[in-house]
Antibody, heavy 119, light 107 residues
Framework: EVQLLDSGGGLVQPGGSLRLSCTASGFTFSSYTMNWVRQAPGKGLEWVSAISGSGVNTYYADSVKGRFTISRDNSRNTLHLQMNSLRAEDTAVYYC????????????WGQGTLVTVSS | DIQMTQSPSTLSASVGDRVTISCRASQTIYTWLAWYQQKPGKAPRLLIYKASSLEGGAPSRFSGSGSGTEFTLTISSLQPDDVATYFCQQYTSYPVTFGGGTKVEIK
């Protein structure tokens, strides 16, 4: 059974940093592109970043480029999102999501972890 | 970036009604479109991919259609369990983008 477990969220001050993690099980982690998608309170879904199975290729939304870094550790089946220079508008539930493999729809999602940026 | 516009933003219908939700892309996305269902406090769930393919485990009352820039999600007979917000997503190219969502309620 595929499982994605998001962790690392919390309360952080503006300008601060936080590192999110997503621990995967039930599939060959290194074979799939992984994503981070966020949802601000009461708002819609916003794609944040993606990383290829090998980790060679990374992609970012303009809203986080230069501040967030996606990475993965295929030996530990773990996806990370390093978030620096956090702003109030980064407040959201962050979900990791797996690409299906055949194409880039997201067939499995983590439960989400809440990041609150506030003084 | 490709903009995705959903309509309506909210709809209210009776149990058993046929419900349709529209999604329009700002440029062609061929059939690289997915539909997700999200219930309050939960992660999104994939319903439809490649515009019209039903994800395994999704109820057969859900169907998708369209290509190019115009797409539709149809619920053939609305059930109480379908109360949720529905999002379309294009995955032609990065950045992946989502529609604003359609909240479905029971009248």
């Amino acid at each position: 059974e595929v499982q994605l477990l998001d962790s690392g969220g919390g309360l952080v001050q503006p300008g601060g940093s936080l590192r999110l993690s997503c621990t995967a099980s039930g599939f060959t982690f290194s074979s799939y592109t992984m994503n981070w998608v966020r949802q601000a309170p009461g708002k819609g879904l916003e794609w944040v970043s993606a990383i290829s199975g090998s980790g060679v290729n990374t992609y970012y939304a303009d809203s986080v480029k230069g501040r967030f870094t996606i990475s993965r550790d295929n030996s530990r089946n773990t996806l990370h999102l390093q978030m620096n220079s956090l702003r109030a508008e980064d407040t959201a539930v962050y979900y990791c999501a797996k690409d299906s493999g055949s194409s880039a729809q997201n067939d499995y999602w983590g439960q989400g972890t809440l990041v609150t940026v506030s003084s | 970036d490709i903009q995705m516009t959903q309509s309506p933003s909210t709809l209210s219908a009776s149990v058993g009604d046929r419900v349709t939700i529209s999604c329009r892309a700002s440029q062609t996305i061929y059939t690289w479109l997915a539909w997700y269902q999200q219930k309050p406090g939960k992660a999104p769930r994939l319903l439809i991919y490649k515009a019209s393919s039903l994800e395994g485990g999704a109820p057969s009352r859900f169907s998708g259609s369209g290509s190019g820039t115009e797409f539709t999600l149809t619920i053939s007979s609305l059930q109480p369990d379908d109360v949720a917000t529905y999002f379309c997503q294009q995955y032609t190219s990065y950045p992946v983008t989502f529609g604003g969502g359609t909240k479905v309620e029971i009248k």
